[in-house]
T-cell receptor
């Protein structure tokens, strides 16, 4: 159980284009999803917390107009990197948390999306 | 700013030995603690969670928590080369967020 998928797994795009990444919880309903970014040899950096049906909460220093997050259902959250630039090249990872009733606050991670902006 | 500290390593152990990974955290009120394993180029995968003081065992893995000392550790018995990875300690905070340590690189030599 507790499987999270991400699509695409890898994307290469030209500078200035927008890229959408999907995160799905396959066998459970996720009230909360999280988006992380990881640069080489660094730990995970939380970008934003996404709650179903409400606006995402962004961490300090993360541009909400550049990284658009939508959590339209209990199994799907999307991250859109708008007007991507080479410095946005990174490994983007989502995680999902079980519904709160009787569940722990364990986060289950998707396989990640490697974004390369040329 | 809540912090989670880990020795970056690398920690090298021979195959079959016990690997001991340590983590300290700054927020005394933290209640949930997690160990994740991350292979190079992959996303983290959950190894164990622990919420109460003491030991929690799952197969070859044992998590140890000491809230008074703000210390959590992970022991890996009978280490295998396939255990070579980066181990991330994470501490839960308000809002269900996790604060991650920088990770400890473990190398198990055959």
């Amino acid at each position: 159980g507790a499987v999270v998928s991400q699509h695409p797994s890898r994307v290469i795009c030209k500078s200035g284009t927008s890229v959408k990444i999907e995160c799905r919880s396959l066998d459970f309903q996720a009230t909360t999803m999280f988006w992380y970014r990881q640069f080489p040899k660094q730990s995970l950096m939380l970008m934003a917390t996404s709650n179903e049906g409400s606006k995402a909460t962004y961490e300090q220093g993360v541009e909400k107009d550049k990284f658009l997050i939508n959590h339209a259902s209990l199994t799907l959250s999307t991250l859109t990197v708008t007007s991507a630039h080479p410095e946005d090249s990174s490994f983007y990872i989502c995680s999902a948390r079980d519904r709160p009733s009787g569940a722990t606050d364990t986060q289950y991670f998707g396989p990640g999306t490697r974004l390369t902006v040329l | 700013q809540k912090e989670v500290e880990q020795n970056s390593g690398p920690l090298s152990v021979p195959e079959g030995a016990i690997a001991s990974l340590n983590c300290t955290y700054s927020d005394r009120g933290s209640q949930s603690f997690f160990w994740y394993r991350q292979y190079s180029g992959k996303s983290p995968e959950l190894i164990m969670s622990i919420y109460s003081n003491g030991d929690k065992e799952d197969g070859r893995f044992t998590a140890q928590l000491n809230k008074a000392s703000q210390y959590v550790s992970l022991l890996i018995r009978d280490s295998q080369p396939s255990d070579s990875a980066t181990y991330l300690c994470a501490v839960g905070e308000y809002g269900n967020k996790l604060v991650f340590g920088a990770g400890t690189i473990l190398r198990v030599k055959s």
